[in-house]
């Protein structure tokens, strides 16, 4: 390779120091290069220093281009988010499975008591039941519990 690619991009000409990008405006945090007076150690760790950013700055864009890589970034965010919502849509089928036992228990407490009712509202004065109200308060606590019970499969 000639020097004289590199002569352009050296603002003193071929003999004015290290080739540095240009400035960018950016602040840097890059170490800054060996003096001219540098020892020949001292320039050995400044290449090997450079030779590993470099190495990691290929690395890091390899990464970012490798289409495999990419969709295995884009697979694993999939199964990440798919995860939570399964975890969302349990919590949302727990709390509903509780909300339908609270009300089918509520439901039947009340059929409970209206059959109690009932049977208490067939009886006549002097405590003897009575044929025909026996009858209409079963079917009366019949239905409600059938309606309850729809209700409750319904919730499902």
């Known amino acids: 390779m000639t020097h004289a690619a590199n002569d352009e991009t050296r603002p003193g000409g071929p003999d004015s120091g290290p080739i540095r990008p240009p400035e960018t405006g950016l602040p840097s945090t890059a170490v800054p290069e060996p003096s001219g007076d540098a020892s020949p150690e001292e320039i050995e760790t400044d290449i090997a220093r450079t030779r590993r950013d470099l190495a990691d700055t290929v690395g890091a864009l390899s990464d970012k281009l490798d289409p ?7 697979v ?7 995860h939570e919502q399964k975890a969302r849509l349990q919590g949302q089928a ?6 339908a036992r ?4 509520q439901a039947r407490e009340s059929a409970r008591a209206s059959a109690t009712q009932a049977r208490d509202a067939a009886t006549d004065d002097q405590g003897r039941p009575s044929p025909v109200l026996w009858a209409a308060g079963g079917a009366a606590a019949g239905i409600l519990v059938a309606a309850v ?6 919730r499902r």
């Open 68 to 74: 495999k890589a990419q969709a295995d970034k884009q």
């Open 149 to 154: 019970s729809l209700l409750a499969s319904r």
């Open 102 to 105: 609270s009300s089918v228990a």
């Open 76 to 82: 694993d965010e999939l199964k990440s988010r798919a």
């Open 94 to 99: 727990e709390q509903a499975r509780e909300s």
